[in-house]
């Protein structure tokens, strides 16, 4: 059901934790639905040279989260803001159809971990608040679900 990759990420998870004074943080999802992730940065002229991550969820969250963070850390920022939910699906050789959606959070976490790093430094941003990524939500989020 789940690569080895998946199963390696969520039994071996990379970057778990806080990071205290983080230059941004993003926290996504609805505990309604199960799944909560929050994204931690460290930036440093542009890099982010840090980030860590709290996830409270399936196995699948875990391991997008872990994942996500491997594939920014030592990225620029704008780099950071061009990862998608696909590109942590394959870096994981793959996602069970049902737990595709906490591909999309982790990509939302990190969006929402630079939108405020942009806010706390004044710089203009046209990023958008992520809302519920969940695809079978329980209705309670008031997000309105395709």
Excluded: Q, W
Aim: a negative charge; charged letters at 25%.
């Amino acid at each position: 059901m789940y690569s080895d990759k998946v199963m390696d990420h969520f039994s071996n998870p990379r970057n778990v934790g806080e990071i205290e004074n983080a230059d941004g943080v993003g926290e996504v999802g609805n505990a309604k639905c199960g799944d909560i992730m929050r994204m931690y940065l460290k930036i440093d002229n542009d890099i982010i040279t840090d980030v860590k991550f709290k996830t409270f969820g399936c196995g699948a969250a875990v391991a997008t989260s872990s994942m996500a963070t491997e594939l920014i850390k030592g990225k620029s920022v704008k780099d950071a803001l061009k990862l998608t939910n696909k590109a942590v699906i394959e870096a994981l050789d793959g996602l069970p159809p049902v737990k595709v959606h906490c591909s999309v959070l982790a990509e939302e976490a990190v969006k929402a971990a630079v939108k405020d790093y942009y806010d706390r430094n004044g710089i203009e941003n046209d990023i958008e608040s992520p809302g519920c990524s969940c695809t079978s939500c329980c209705g309670d989020c008031g997000v309105e679900h395709k």
